[in-house]
Every structure is written in structure tokens, then in C-alpha cells.
């Protein structure tokens, strides 16, 4: 007997996903795995060179709803790769693939682009922490990256919070001007030039571009210059070594470091680590994949201990913030589980809909 399942192309899955969807699904999602809902290892990783890697990701997501109502199990795997030179062949650097299975029978359900979900899924975590962790007031973004990571918190963190002034450095003046350009497309806003700067783009290094409705959005020339007085911290590089200081760090900051995911990475300088109040998505995964975790405890500046909680813990009503003078950090590494709840969610919609395309085995 064939099996069928429903082939969805990233178009597909943008179709039938948004945000406000993603940071409401994965609020569960995190809980679910914070509280012993989700059967998931640690994801495996095998580095095919010094700049590449491969990760298998595999979740079950077992059924919290009541008997006699429709299951929302689901089951899956993600194959994720990272390769850093892709960037020069025009690819991105992350691909992903997402097979969703029959939680009851094992058979191929749908197969489905992962690049998108990963993508937003991520930025859709750091603003559940965000919500969690900022204080209530936080108005300023600072982000360090240009990327599509750098993109997506932006729309994420958007939404939970009312942005006024949005700050990014990148290495690469061209492309922190165009994330400037991006993030003001479809914005009616009007340009105002800094006296230390004047290019032929608009939206250059020392120039602001203001959206008559929404927040102020800049590009500067160093890293500092972004993170010194900002609320919110999003740290989305592909950077090995720490690309900001702690002391640039302002008291009541919260930080959402989502690069660095080896052992022998860093994205954060050690000292802003050891001082801040640290929430992850998994201990488990922490401990063996963050090196801004790994190294610190080497180098004995804190033990596990560090870590006050995984951020499924708090949706579940654990302790965040103390005060509004901490600084939180939340080491971000992507969960199995989110990736899954995310895919199973596009595919029920995408069903719904008639979207994507049905194919045999």
C-alpha cells in the first residue's frame, strides 16, 4: 500500500505560518519539554569539515489534550546543516529539511521545507524570553548581526514589545545598511541625517531612518555603539570568539545570544556570563553544545548551578527577573521540539487550505 504525504515548498510553509502564530505555539512547545512532554535527545551533530556541520533532530511530541478530543501528538525529525561558506555560492548558510511522521503509525505525513521554520521559530523563542525576562519598559533593540536571524527578531520582538529605537552593527557596512532598507520596506518613514555622516544610500552609518509609525531604525559603526543603553540584546552571528563586552552591557538588560552553538564557540564575553542571571531552552543541551557555558565552567567560572532555569520552567510560573537592575541572558541552542510543533502546525493548516502538493512513496 502507498504511502502519501503532502510536499510543502518554503512558500508553502510562509503561507501558512506567522509570527503571532509561532511565539503562541512555541510558548507551548517550551513548556511541554520543560515539564516532561517531549521524548528528545540531545540533536547529533557530525562535522563534515572545520566550517560544516550536519545535525539530526529528532521529537516526540506526546498528546496534552483530553481523552476523547483529537490528539496533538506529533512526531519528527529535522536534518539541519551549517555550512559557513555557502555564503559565497550565493546559499545560505543554514538549509534544513523537516520529515513529520504519524505519531500513530510511523508513516511519512509530510516533508517539508525547515530553512523558514528555523528562521522564525528561533526569533519566535527569543520573544517568549523576551516576554518572560525583559523589564516591562523596554523600548530599545540592539542587535549584532545583519543576517536573516537579525531580520526575524526584529518582526518577533516587535510584537512583544513597543520598540522605539532599534540599533544594528554587523562587520560589513553594506549589508547593516541594507538590513536598514529591509526592515523599513512597506514602512512609510522619512530620513534624518546625522551630522557626522552623509552617504548616497539614506540609511547609512550615522543615519537614522525613522518610520512614521514604528521604531527608529539605524545603523552604527561599532558594536558597542549599538549595545551601550539598550534594553534588549540580540546577539545573531556566526562569530567563534565574544563580540561584545560586558561592561557595555547596561543593569536590566536582557540578552538573546542565538549564535555559538559549539562547545568551543563563544558570542559573549565571559565576564557578562558569570554576572548575568542565565535561562536556556535545555540544560541538557547547554551543557554539552553552548560554549559561552562549556568554557565558562572550564575556566571555573561558575558550575552548572549557573543556570537558573530552561525557559519552558518559567512559562510554567518558575522564577525569572528579581530586580530591575539584572541583567538575564538566554542562551539560545533551538529545540527538536520546536521545530516539530512548528511543522505540524503548518501541516494541519496546510491541509486545511489545500496547499502543498500530495506525492506516493
Known amino acids: 500500500m502507498p504511502i502519501r504525504f503532502r510536499l510543502l515548498t518554503e512558500d508553502d510553509v510562509k503561507a501558512v505560518l506567522t509570527m503571532d502564530d509561532l511565539i503562541e505555539t512555541m510558548t507551548s512547545a517550551l513548556q511541554r519539554f520543560s515539564t516532561g512532554g517531549v521524548v528528545q ?19 516526540y511530541v506526546r498528546s496534552a489534550t483530553p481523552s476523547g478530543e483529537r490528539p496533538d501528538a506529533s512526531l519528527g525529525a529535522k536534518l539541519v546543516t551549517l555550512f559557513e561558506r555557502n555564503a559565497a555560492r550565493g546559499l545560505p548558510t543554514h538549509l534544513a529539511s523537516i520529515a513529520l511522521l504519524d505519531p500513530e503509525t510511523g508513516a511519512l505525513r509530510a516533508l517539508m521545507d525547515g530553512r523558514y521554520i528555523t528562521e522564525s521559530r528561533t526569533a519566535a523563542v527569543s520573544a517568549v524570553t523576551s516576554r518572560l525576562l525583559a523589564r516591562k519598559t523596554a523600548s530599545s533593540l540592539a542587535i549584532i548581526g545583519s543576517g536573516v536571524q537579525a531580520r526575524s527578531h526584529l518582526e518577533a520582538l516587535s ?20 538590513f536598514v532598507r529591509d526592515a523599513l520596506k512597506g514602512i512609510p518613514y522619512k530620513t534624518a541625517a546625522a551630522d557626522k555622516a552623509k552617504d548616497k544610500t539614506g540609511v547609512g552609518d550615522g543615519l537614522q531612518a525613522v518610520p512614521q509609525a514604528g521604531p527608529r531604525i539605524s545603523a552604527v559603526e561599532h558594536a558597542g555603539e549599538a549595545v551601550v543603553g539598550a534594553d534588549l540584546i540580540v546577539l545573531a552571528t556566526s562569530s567563534t570568539t565574544p563580540v561584545i563586552e560586558s561592561n557595555w552591557v547596561k543593569p536590566g538588560a536582557h540578552v538573546m545570544s542565538v549564535g555559538a552553538c559549539r562547545p568551543n564557540w563563544r558570542e559573549m564575553d565571559p565576564e557578562l556570563v558569570q554576572r548575568a542571571r542565565l535561562f536556556v531552552d535545555s540544560r541538557a543541551a547547554a551543557l554539552v553544545e553552548s560554549g559561552d557555558v562549556v568554557m565558562g565552567m572550564h575556566e571555573g567560572r561558575f558550575t552548572a548551578d549557573h543556570i537558573l532555569a530552561e525557559i519552558g520552567e518559567l512559562v510554567n510560573g518558575g522564577s525569572g527577573r528579581q530586580t ?24 494541519r493548516r496546510a491541509v486545511e487550505r489545500g496547499i502543498g502538493k500530495e506525492l506516493e512513496l
Not at 535527545?41 to 521529537?59: C, D, K, L, Q, T
Not at 510584537?159 to 549589508?175: C, D
Open 159 to 178: 510584537r512583544v514589545h513597543k520598540l522605539r529605537h532599534v540599533t544594528v552593527w554587523s562587520p560589513t557596512k553594506e549589508r547593516r545598511e541594507a
Open 41 to 59: 535527545p540531545v540533536r547529533s551533530v557530525v562535522a563534515v569539515n572545520e566550517h560544516s556541520f550536519f545535525g539530526v533532530m529528532p521529537a
Open 324 to 347: 530591575e537592575r539584572e541583567v538575564t541572558i538566554f542562551k539560545s541552542l533551538g529545540l527538536a521540539v520546536e521545530d516539530v510543533t512548528a511543522a505540524d502546525l503548518a501541516y
